[in-house]
């Protein structure tokens, strides 16, 4: 069974740019989450989709947006790149809403953003 | 608010038992995990434990609740350098958000 795939891995976009990543959770599963990680934030909660609706957003500004598609497949937009947008961002998927959290989440390996 | 607190670091020798603590403050927690980062990885999912429970154990791991005091722990049977990695862990209430600690970063040595 395929886990989350994450793509791509790597990624150098130039301040102002806007980037796409996307995330293929593990088949069967329906809710997606996304996580940016850096050393200094640490792990922070980006937005969560389950049946294509955003169920829940954290606290980042209104430049990272992100969408599923029926397929349960997830895209994260960020626009206007800035420095500080260079981080880890991780997908997660879980099986359904309303047991997620006792199934726990899968998370991919991450694509790795640069912003130069 | 929600914030988890964890030490960054321990260190231990191969085979000993390695304890990694967490602290929580959202009283409304009712799933709390473990984590674990491997260099250029993701997280990987070791273990996690419902709130009406005091003890979980799985194989060399070990959690322990303590609700009322909202501290959590990990500890690592045998611990082995595989087990070397970043330990993150993390809790999550009705929102269903993972709320992660800084991450507790094990180094064995042989």
């Known amino acids: 069974k395929a886990g989350v795939t994450q793509t791509p891995r790597y990624l150098i976009k130039t301040r102002g740019q806007q980037v796409t990543l996307s995330c293929s959770p593990i088949?069967?599963?329906?809710?997606v989450s996304w996580y940016q990680q850096t050393p200094g934030q640490g792990l922070q909660f980006l937005f969560e989709?389950?049946?294509?609706?955003?169920?829940n957003k954290g606290n980042f500004p209104g430049r990272f947006s992100g969408r599923q598609f029926s397929n349960s497949r997830s895209e994260m937009n960020v626009s206007t790149l800035e420095l500080g947008d260079s981080a880890l961002y991780l997908c997660?998927?879980?099986?359904?809403?309303?047991?997620?959290?006792?199934?726990?989440?899968?998370f991919g390996s991450g694509t790795r953003l640069t912003v130069v | 608010g929600e914030d988890v607190e964890q030490s960054l670091f321990l260190s231990v020798r191969e085979g000993d038992s390695s304890v990694i603590n967490c602290t929580y403050t959202?009283?409304?927690?009712?799933?709390l995990y473990w984590y674990k980062q491997e260099p250029g990885a993701g997280l990987q999912l070791l273990t996690y434990i419902f709130s009406n429970m005091d003890m979980k154990q799985d194989q060399r791991l070990t959690v322990l609740l303590n609700k009322k005091d909202k501290h959590l722990s990990l500890r690592i049977a045998d611990t082995q350098t595989g087990d070397s990695a970043i330990y993150f862990c993390?809790?999550?209430?009705?929102?269903?958000?993972?709320?992660f600690g800084q991450g507790t970063t094990l180094q064995v040595k042989p």
């Open positions: 989709y389950f049946s294509e609706t955003q169920r």
């Open positions: 088949s069967g599963h329906r809710s």
């Open positions: 959202d009283s409304s927690s009712t799933y």
């Open positions: 997660a998927s879980s099986l359904d809403w309303g047991q997620r959290r006792s199934y726990g989440y899968t």
């Open positions: 993390a809790e999550t209430s009705n929102t269903g958000k993972l709320i």
